[in-house]
Nanobody
Framework: VQLQASGGGLVQAGGSLRLSCAASGGTVSSYVIGWFRQAPGSERDFVAA????????YYEHSVNGRFTISRDNAKNMVYLQMDSLKPEDTAVYYC????????????????WGQGTQVTVSS
């Protein structure tokens, strides 16, 4: 499976951005799609994930209530709507394909998109 993330940018605190992840190749429906983020000097951390059927959604606690993950199966797209952004949300955001079924664990992911930069100014 190949993934391509897009939609990052510069936004003021309190603003919104929507990230997109385009999936192609392989059996896309076999994978949970997740978003991780990596700030400079930090590890890649889990943000949110969604099963392809949409029956299970996962959020990291600091984004729960501010971020919304969704998918469009017809377009093989997964979205991350980010509202009420804070400076601490600044990071490179990556979408990934989880083939093991533990979407909060980095080691479950077998493919990654190239990352998109999100910068939130105070």
């Amino acid at each position: 499976v190949q993934l391509q993330a897009s939609g990052g940018g510069l936004v003021q605190a309190g603003g919104s951005l929507r990230l997109s992840c385009a999936a192609s190749g392989g059996t896309v429906s076999s994978y949970v799609i997740g978003w991780f983020r990596q700030a400079p000097g930090s590890e890649r951390d889990f943000v949110a994930a969604i099963t392809w059927s949409g029956d299970r959604i996962y959020y990291e606690h600091s984004v729960n209530g501010r971020f919304t993950i969704s998918r469009d199966n017809a377009k093989n797209m997964v979205y991350l709507q980010m509202d009420s952004l804070k400076p601490e949300d600044t990071a490179v955001y990556y979408c990934g394909a989880d083939a093991i079924g533990r979407p909060e664990e980095l080691g479950s992911y077998v493919a990654w998109g190239q990352g998109t930069q999100v910068t939130v100014s105070s």
